[in-house]
C-alpha cells in the first residue's frame, strides 16, 4: 500500500531547467533513502542521485555539478532540481525509496512509475 507519486518532468531546451518532485504515501514505518534513476530508450535503468534521511547524497558523474537531490524528511518527499540540462539527458525519471512498513520488517525498494524529461537541441 505504499505509493510513490512523480511530478515535474516535461519538455525543455538544451541549457534549461526542471525540478522533479516524489512524494511517498501509505504505511510507511521509516525510509531509510530516495532516490532518482532514470532510463534511455535502449538503455538500462541507472542511478541518478540518492539521499539518505540524514542528508548524505550520491551522484551520478553525468549529472554532477548540474542535478541538486534534496528532500523533506517530514513530508516523504525527495526533489531533483536539473540545471544545465543536455539532449542526453532525456529519459524516464523514476523516484525510488528505500523503506520498512513496520518496526519487524526490513527495507525494501519501492518503485514510482516514472516521468517523462526530454531535453531538446
Known amino acids: 500500500q505504499v505509493q510513490l507519486v512523480e511530478s515535474g518532468g516535461g519538455l525543455v531546451q538544451a541549457g534549461g531547467s526542471l525540478g522533479l518532485s516524489c512524494a511517498a504515501s501509505g504505511s510507511i514505518f521509516r525510509i531509510n533513502a530516495m532516490g532518482w534513476y532514470r532510463q534511455a530508450p535502449g538503455k538500462q535503468r541507472e542511478l541518478v542521485a540518492t539521499i539518505t534521511s540524514g542528508g548524505s547524497t550520491n551522484y551520478a558523474d553525468s549529472v554532477k555539478g548540474r542535478f541538486t537531490i534534496s528532500r523533506d524528511n517530514t513530508k516523504n518527499t525527495v526533489y531533483l532540481q536539473m540545471n544545465s540540462l543536455k539532449p542526453e539527458d532525456t529519459a524516464v525519471y523514476y523516484c525510488?525509496?528505500?523503506?520498512?512498513?513496520?518496526?519487524?520488517?526490513?527495507?525494501?525498494?519501492?518503485w514510482g512509475q516514472g516521468t517523462q524529461v526530454t531535453v531538446s537541441s
Open positions: 525510488n525509496a528505500q523503506l520498512r512498513r513496520n518496526w519487524n520488517s526490513n527495507y525494501y525498494n519501492y
